[in-house]
């Protein structure tokens, strides 16, 4: 399994790798890169990741999403690299029993990967110049508790 | 000798990816202390520093830690993964 | 744009007619056929609807979920017919701004359809016997406030 | 005459997917009315006309409104749409 990629994401990928008869609520989340940031013309960006810690990051809040949501599949995958508009940045996959738990785990999951995934984005704007958007103080799970 | 890993925002205040840190011989240092040094060779990190996440291989390390300085300290500024909303950071 | 369908529904078909370059946050809800209910295996299902009603109330609920919630896209299907298990009976596709705002509007969407949409399940157990579900008095827009 | 349509499992109870109802002539009928002829023709109905929506066309009418003999009068039983939970009706 793979967890940052600098692949375009595959939704049908994590839905076969989560398919599970037992399940009949399904939520996917998707972040996709925009057109525009705070009135500006974005004509594309880039991601770029600490590896050694981002993969780590997103295998354990899988394993964290699943421990505190009655939910029987979570996959999280974040794209690292150059993307143009209308790409998918990351993806947050969930199955369950209960479609109320799905929600509630997907929102979880990607509520927690922007403050933990170091992850930095570089937006390259329409008028030629380039910025990295500012962020969160990047957290743990000990630090947040 | 300490090796420091810039990323994001950091690269480009640095200006390089990655530097090396004279550090006192025969003496363990803490995170913070690695940041005070680093502080005196570039300035310009100063409005940064007090954001930035440390690192040594997959773990974070907190200022009071001991750095392996067998291994590089990795600077992590505020993330902005997942996706950014409409209006700013919280959304 | 369809509706309802006796054709096995397409989560990309739905990802293309929603695309919009504006919108950073996308949210997918499916629902698909478990193998179990109450206990019982469960080897296959079908969906009977009143069509005649049930294409206008997915196509009002769509603008009604655009106009209640800040989002910029809506998209609605629900199958009818022989489904198999882990086929897809209903897929919500909501695209926005801001995340939460997509998550709210995909799960109103499926709350108020459970409600409001003409269909009637019926299940085909292991043992060979089927049996409809019983279900949730039909509510009108009007009937629910 | 009345066309009455069943949906669901009315069709099951009352063992058709519809059927012709006599109805007084000359007379205008509000579906509960039609709703009670009905009841005196297929009595296993009981226990779900009170859960029954009713539809001409595509839309909803109530009990106190007048049928349009002219078109089905369409029997809706609680509706199973979207997607069953693991435990029962509401999720």
Known sequence: ?145 | MLVVEFYGVLQQVAGTRSMELETPQSEQLTVGQALELLHERVPGLSEHLPRVACAQAENLVRRDQIVDTHRPLVLLPPVSGGWRGGNGLDD
Chains 1, 3 share one sequence.
Request: charged residues 30%.
């Open chain 1, 1 to 145: 399994m793979a967890w940052m990629t600098d692949e375009p994401l595959l939704l049908d990928q994590l839905l076969q790798e989560t398919a599970d008869d037992t399940c009949g609520a399904l939520v996917v989340f998707a972040g996709t890169v925009r057109d525009h940031h705070e009135g500006r013309g974005v004509s594309g960006m880039s991601y770029s990741a600490y590896k050694p810690m981002a993969d780590k990051v997103l295998q354990d809040l899988e394993q964290e999403t699943l421990e505190r949501f009655p939910v029987e599949q979570c996959r999280i995958m974040h794209r690292i690299g150059d993307l143009a508009i209308g790409e998918a940045s990351v993806l947050v996959v969930v199955r369950s029993h209960h479609r109320a738990d799905a929600f509630d785990a997907a929102r979880y999951a990607i509520d927690t990967l922007k403050v933990r995934l170091p992850v930095w984005k570089h937006d390259e704007y329409t008028d030629g110049s380039r910025a990295y958007q500012d962020g969160v103080p990047l957290q743990t799970p000990d630090s947040e508790r």
